[in-house]
Protein backbone atom coordinates (compact mmCIF):
# COMPACT_ATOMS: atom_id res chain seq x y z
CA UNK A 1 0.00 0.00 0.00
CA UNK A 2 2.59 2.11 0.89
CA UNK A 3 4.38 1.58 -2.64
CA UNK A 4 1.22 2.44 -4.24
CA UNK A 5 0.60 5.83 -2.27
CA UNK A 6 4.59 6.62 -3.60
CA UNK A 7 3.70 5.99 -7.17
CA UNK A 8 0.27 8.34 -6.90
CA UNK A 9 2.60 11.37 -5.57
CA UNK A 10 5.32 10.49 -8.45
CA UNK A 11 1.83 10.79 -10.89
CA UNK A 12 0.54 13.85 -8.91
CA UNK A 13 4.20 15.37 -9.53
CA UNK A 14 4.36 14.89 -13.09
CA UNK A 15 0.85 15.99 -13.79
CA UNK A 16 2.18 19.61 -11.72
CA UNK A 17 4.66 19.36 -14.30
CA UNK A 18 3.14 19.04 -17.60
CA UNK A 19 0.31 22.02 -16.59
CA UNK A 20 3.24 24.10 -15.37
CA UNK A 21 3.93 25.80 -18.16
CA UNK A 22 0.41 26.76 -19.00
CA UNK A 23 -0.07 27.79 -15.61
CA UNK A 24 2.81 30.22 -16.04
CA UNK A 25 1.48 31.41 -19.71
CA UNK A 26 -1.88 31.85 -18.06
CA UNK A 27 -0.92 33.99 -14.85
CA UNK A 28 1.85 36.26 -16.95
CA UNK A 29 -0.71 37.11 -19.26
CA UNK A 30 -3.39 38.37 -16.51
CA UNK A 31 -0.29 40.03 -14.61
CA UNK A 32 0.70 41.57 -18.10
CA UNK A 33 -3.45 42.67 -18.58
CA UNK A 34 -3.69 44.58 -14.58
CA UNK A 35 -0.08 46.13 -15.43
CA UNK A 36 -0.57 47.74 -18.82
CA UNK A 37 -0.50 51.33 -19.18
CA UNK A 38 -4.07 52.45 -20.51
CA UNK A 39 -3.78 54.01 -23.22
CA UNK A 40 -6.35 56.16 -25.49
CA UNK A 41 -7.36 56.18 -29.17
CA UNK A 42 -7.40 58.61 -31.75
CA UNK A 43 -10.85 60.14 -31.71
CA UNK A 44 -12.38 63.30 -32.67
CA UNK A 45 -10.68 66.26 -30.47
CA UNK A 46 -13.41 69.20 -31.41
CA UNK A 47 -17.01 68.77 -31.98
CA UNK A 48 -19.23 71.30 -33.35
CA UNK A 49 -23.25 71.04 -32.73
CA UNK A 50 -26.33 73.90 -33.27
CA UNK A 51 -28.24 74.64 -30.33
CA UNK A 52 -30.57 71.67 -29.33
CA UNK A 53 -28.89 68.49 -31.19
CA UNK A 54 -27.28 65.81 -29.79
CA UNK A 55 -23.51 66.05 -28.74
CA UNK A 56 -21.63 63.26 -28.81
CA UNK A 57 -18.01 63.61 -27.10
CA UNK A 58 -15.91 60.25 -27.94
CA UNK A 59 -13.56 58.37 -25.57
CA UNK A 60 -12.26 55.07 -26.32
CA UNK A 61 -9.36 53.06 -24.04
CA UNK A 62 -7.04 50.60 -24.30
CA UNK A 63 -6.49 48.20 -21.15
CA UNK A 64 -8.18 49.90 -19.09
CA UNK A 65 -8.08 47.20 -16.54
CA UNK A 66 -10.24 47.61 -12.95
CA UNK A 67 -9.61 51.62 -13.20
CA UNK A 68 -12.29 53.93 -13.31
CA UNK A 69 -13.33 56.75 -15.87
CA UNK A 70 -14.44 60.08 -15.43
CA UNK A 71 -15.53 63.03 -17.77
CA UNK A 72 -15.22 66.94 -16.39
CA UNK A 73 -15.83 70.04 -17.68
CA UNK A 74 -12.30 71.80 -17.24
CA UNK A 75 -14.17 74.89 -15.97
CA UNK A 76 -15.87 73.07 -13.22
CA UNK A 77 -14.38 71.31 -10.13
CA UNK A 78 -16.83 68.46 -9.95
CA UNK A 79 -17.15 65.52 -12.38
CA UNK A 80 -20.23 65.48 -14.54
CA UNK A 81 -19.54 61.16 -14.51
CA UNK A 82 -18.05 58.92 -13.17
CA UNK A 83 -18.33 55.07 -15.14
CA UNK A 84 -21.87 55.60 -16.12
CA UNK A 85 -23.20 57.33 -12.64
CA UNK A 86 -24.03 61.24 -13.57
CA UNK A 87 -24.49 63.77 -10.99
CA UNK A 88 -25.85 66.76 -12.21
CA UNK A 89 -29.43 65.94 -12.75
CA UNK A 90 -30.30 68.51 -14.16
CA UNK A 91 -28.33 68.15 -17.24
CA UNK A 92 -29.58 65.70 -19.86
CA UNK A 93 -26.14 64.24 -20.29
CA UNK A 94 -24.97 60.27 -19.86
CA UNK A 95 -22.29 58.06 -20.88
CA UNK A 96 -22.61 55.46 -23.70
CA UNK A 97 -20.08 52.86 -22.63
CA UNK A 98 -19.48 49.66 -24.51
CA UNK A 99 -16.91 46.82 -24.72
CA UNK A 100 -15.52 46.56 -27.85
CA UNK A 101 -13.71 43.44 -27.33
CA UNK A 102 -14.94 41.98 -30.75
CA UNK A 103 -12.69 45.01 -32.08
CA UNK A 104 -10.02 44.16 -30.63
CA UNK A 105 -9.01 42.97 -26.86
CA UNK A 106 -9.38 44.87 -23.86
CA UNK A 107 -11.18 48.05 -26.07
CA UNK A 108 -13.59 50.09 -23.96
CA UNK A 109 -15.64 52.71 -25.51
CA UNK A 110 -17.03 55.97 -22.87
CA UNK A 111 -18.60 58.68 -24.77
CA UNK A 112 -20.31 61.59 -23.15
CA UNK A 113 -23.63 62.31 -24.58
CA UNK A 114 -25.44 65.95 -24.41
CA UNK A 115 -28.91 65.98 -25.65
CA UNK A 116 -30.58 69.09 -26.49
CA UNK A 117 -27.05 70.65 -26.20
CA UNK A 118 -27.04 74.83 -25.59
CA UNK A 119 -24.29 77.23 -25.88
CA UNK A 120 -23.93 77.30 -22.34
CA UNK A 121 -22.04 73.12 -22.92
CA UNK A 122 -19.72 75.23 -25.09
CA UNK A 123 -15.81 74.48 -23.74
CA UNK A 124 -13.59 71.99 -22.99
CA UNK A 125 -14.72 68.48 -21.40
CA UNK A 126 -11.76 65.88 -20.22
CA UNK A 127 -12.10 62.12 -20.44
CA UNK A 128 -10.04 61.19 -17.32
CA UNK A 129 -8.84 57.57 -15.97
CA UNK A 130 -8.76 57.30 -12.16
CA UNK A 131 -5.15 55.77 -11.48
CA UNK A 132 -1.92 56.59 -9.82
CA UNK A 133 -0.65 58.58 -12.62
CA UNK A 134 -3.00 60.91 -14.31
CA UNK A 135 -4.25 59.77 -18.21
CA UNK A 136 -6.52 62.34 -19.44
CA UNK A 137 -8.05 63.01 -23.02
CA UNK A 138 -9.32 66.48 -24.05
CA UNK A 139 -12.28 67.11 -26.31
CA UNK A 140 -13.67 71.01 -27.19
CA UNK A 141 -17.39 71.01 -27.73
CA UNK A 142 -18.71 74.33 -29.24
CA UNK A 143 -22.47 74.68 -29.56
CA UNK A 144 -23.88 77.06 -31.95
CA UNK A 145 -26.30 79.66 -30.53
CA UNK A 146 -28.85 79.01 -33.43
CA UNK A 147 -30.62 75.80 -34.20
CA UNK A 148 -29.92 73.56 -37.52
CA UNK A 149 -32.66 74.54 -39.85
CA UNK A 150 -33.02 70.66 -42.55
CA UNK A 151 -35.38 71.02 -45.44
CA UNK A 152 -38.47 68.03 -44.50
CA UNK A 153 -37.83 65.35 -46.30
CA UNK A 154 -38.78 61.27 -46.41
CA UNK A 155 -37.80 58.01 -47.77
CA UNK A 156 -39.50 54.40 -47.87
CA UNK A 157 -36.93 50.82 -48.08
CA UNK A 158 -38.20 47.84 -48.55
CA UNK A 159 -38.24 44.87 -51.52
CA UNK A 160 -40.88 45.35 -54.49
CA UNK A 161 -40.87 41.56 -55.18
CA UNK A 162 -42.03 39.20 -52.87
CA UNK A 163 -43.04 35.59 -53.03
CA UNK A 164 -46.48 34.49 -51.70
CA UNK A 165 -46.48 33.99 -47.64
CA UNK A 166 -43.29 35.59 -47.35
CA UNK A 167 -43.36 38.50 -45.23
CA UNK A 168 -43.82 42.60 -46.47
CA UNK A 169 -41.60 45.23 -44.60
CA UNK A 170 -41.34 48.20 -45.36
CA UNK A 171 -39.68 51.21 -43.68
CA UNK A 172 -40.12 54.63 -44.08
CA UNK A 173 -38.02 57.47 -42.83
CA UNK A 174 -39.25 60.84 -42.42
CA UNK A 175 -37.22 63.84 -41.28
CA UNK A 176 -38.61 66.77 -40.27
CA UNK A 177 -36.91 70.77 -39.86
CA UNK A 178 -36.06 71.46 -36.57
CA UNK A 179 -37.15 68.26 -34.78
CA UNK A 180 -39.02 64.91 -35.70
CA UNK A 181 -41.88 64.70 -37.40
CA UNK A 182 -45.25 64.07 -35.15
CA UNK A 183 -46.73 61.45 -37.34
CA UNK A 184 -46.34 58.86 -40.10
CA UNK A 185 -49.19 57.22 -41.49
CA UNK A 186 -49.26 54.41 -44.10
CA UNK A 187 -51.65 53.81 -47.09
CA UNK A 188 -52.15 50.74 -49.35
CA UNK A 189 -53.68 51.81 -52.47
CA UNK A 190 -55.46 55.33 -51.45
CA UNK A 191 -56.76 53.37 -47.90
CA UNK A 192 -55.48 54.43 -44.96
CA UNK A 193 -53.90 51.43 -43.62
CA UNK A 194 -55.36 50.47 -40.08
CA UNK A 195 -54.73 47.45 -37.47
CA UNK A 196 -58.40 46.96 -37.08
CA UNK A 197 -59.24 46.45 -40.60
CA UNK A 198 -59.99 42.76 -41.01
CA UNK A 199 -57.90 42.67 -44.03
CA UNK A 200 -54.98 43.29 -41.81
CA UNK A 201 -56.06 41.48 -38.59
CA UNK A 202 -53.64 39.35 -37.21
CA UNK A 203 -51.11 39.90 -39.63
CA UNK A 204 -49.72 43.62 -39.31
CA UNK A 205 -47.44 45.47 -37.11
CA UNK A 206 -46.52 49.15 -37.49
CA UNK A 207 -43.75 50.37 -35.01
CA UNK A 208 -42.54 53.90 -34.54
CA UNK A 209 -39.49 55.46 -32.96
CA UNK A 210 -37.23 58.71 -32.87
CA UNK A 211 -33.15 57.57 -33.00
CA UNK A 212 -31.09 59.90 -30.55
CA UNK A 213 -28.91 60.91 -33.46
CA UNK A 214 -29.14 63.08 -35.17
CA UNK A 215 -32.71 63.48 -33.14
CA UNK A 216 -35.16 65.31 -35.96
CA UNK A 217 -36.47 61.67 -37.58
CA UNK A 218 -38.97 59.35 -37.10
CA UNK A 219 -38.86 56.40 -38.27
CA UNK A 220 -42.16 53.77 -39.39
CA UNK A 221 -42.03 50.31 -39.68
CA UNK A 222 -44.89 48.32 -41.55
CA UNK A 223 -44.81 44.65 -41.12
CA UNK A 224 -47.09 42.18 -42.90
CA UNK A 225 -46.44 39.01 -41.66
CA UNK A 226 -47.29 36.75 -44.32
CA UNK A 227 -48.34 37.97 -47.70
CA UNK A 228 -51.27 37.20 -49.84
CA UNK A 229 -52.20 37.96 -54.01
CA UNK A 230 -54.60 40.81 -52.70
CA UNK A 231 -51.53 42.88 -51.28
CA UNK A 232 -50.15 43.87 -54.67
CA UNK A 233 -49.91 47.13 -54.94
CA UNK A 234 -48.98 51.04 -53.61
CA UNK A 235 -48.05 51.59 -50.49
CA UNK A 236 -47.64 55.17 -49.38
CA UNK A 237 -46.18 56.74 -46.19
CA UNK A 238 -46.90 60.27 -45.31
CA UNK A 239 -45.14 62.10 -42.80
CA UNK A 240 -45.90 66.02 -40.97
CA UNK A 241 -43.86 68.40 -40.21
CA UNK A 242 -43.53 72.13 -40.42
CA UNK A 243 -47.52 72.34 -41.16
CA UNK A 244 -47.10 70.18 -44.44
CA UNK A 245 -47.45 66.46 -45.67
CA UNK A 246 -44.97 64.71 -47.00
CA UNK A 247 -45.08 61.36 -49.02
CA UNK A 248 -43.45 58.44 -51.29
CA UNK A 249 -44.61 55.64 -52.47
CA UNK A 250 -43.13 51.99 -53.20
CA UNK A 251 -45.43 49.30 -56.06
CA UNK A 252 -45.29 46.25 -54.42
CA UNK A 253 -45.78 42.60 -56.63
CA UNK A 254 -46.33 39.27 -55.04
CA UNK A 255 -45.43 36.45 -57.37
CA UNK A 256 -46.54 33.04 -57.00
CA UNK A 257 -43.24 31.08 -57.06
CA UNK A 258 -45.12 27.36 -56.49
CA UNK A 259 -47.04 27.86 -60.03
CA UNK A 260 -43.46 29.28 -62.04
CA UNK A 261 -42.00 26.29 -60.58
CA UNK A 262 -44.80 23.96 -61.63
CA UNK A 263 -44.81 25.00 -65.23
CA UNK A 264 -40.72 24.64 -65.37
CA UNK A 265 -41.55 20.78 -64.06
CA UNK A 266 -43.73 20.42 -66.96
CA UNK A 267 -41.79 21.89 -69.50
CA UNK A 268 -39.01 19.71 -68.50
CA UNK A 269 -40.71 16.47 -68.60
CA UNK A 270 -41.82 17.40 -71.89
CA UNK A 271 -38.52 18.08 -73.18
CA UNK A 272 -36.85 14.65 -71.82
CA UNK A 273 -39.79 12.62 -74.15
CA UNK A 274 -39.38 14.01 -77.47
CA UNK A 275 -35.60 13.04 -77.57
CA UNK A 276 -37.10 9.35 -78.35
CA UNK A 277 -39.10 7.90 -81.65
CA UNK A 278 -42.74 7.80 -80.84
CA UNK A 279 -42.86 5.10 -83.30
CA UNK A 280 -40.62 2.52 -81.83
CA UNK A 281 -39.33 1.01 -78.43
CA UNK A 282 -35.96 1.66 -78.44
CA UNK A 283 -33.67 4.72 -78.95
CA UNK A 284 -32.67 5.69 -82.56
CA UNK A 285 -29.64 6.32 -81.60
CA UNK A 286 -27.15 5.28 -84.61
CA UNK A 287 -24.01 4.09 -82.51
CA UNK A 288 -26.84 1.35 -80.66
CA UNK A 289 -28.07 0.30 -84.53
CA UNK A 290 -24.59 -0.07 -85.61
CA UNK A 291 -23.51 -1.91 -82.51
CA UNK A 292 -26.15 -4.43 -82.84
CA UNK A 293 -25.64 -4.91 -86.90
CA UNK A 294 -22.11 -5.66 -85.79
CA UNK A 295 -23.53 -8.07 -83.11
CA UNK A 296 -25.47 -10.05 -85.87
CA UNK A 297 -22.79 -10.33 -88.77
CA UNK A 298 -20.37 -11.59 -86.25
CA UNK A 299 -22.40 -14.71 -84.95
CA UNK A 300 -23.59 -15.90 -88.47
CA UNK A 301 -19.83 -15.76 -89.70
CA UNK A 302 -18.77 -17.64 -86.47
CA UNK A 303 -21.87 -20.50 -87.23
Given at each position: ??????????????????????????????????????????TPRNVTVHM??????????????????????????????????????????????????????????????????????????????????????????????????????????????????????????????????????????????????????????????????????????????????????????RSFAMNNFY?????????????????????????????????????????????????????????
Amino acid sequence: MARIGFYLKILEFLEILLLLPLIIKVTSYSYKRMTAEPTFLNTPRNVTVHMNELAQLQCRIKNLGPKQVAWRKVSMDWPLTVGIVTFDPKEDISVSYKDLKKQEEGLTQWDLIIKHAKPRHTGMYECQISAKNVYTHYVYLKVIDTPLVVNPAIAMYGSQFINLHEPIKLVCNATGGTRAPSLIDWFFNGHMIRGRDPRWKSRLRINDYVPDVPGRMLVSELTIDYSIFEDKGKYVCRSFAMNNFYTTSLDISVLNTEKEHGKRADTKKYSSTTDENPNSGYSANPSTSLLALTSVTLFILLR
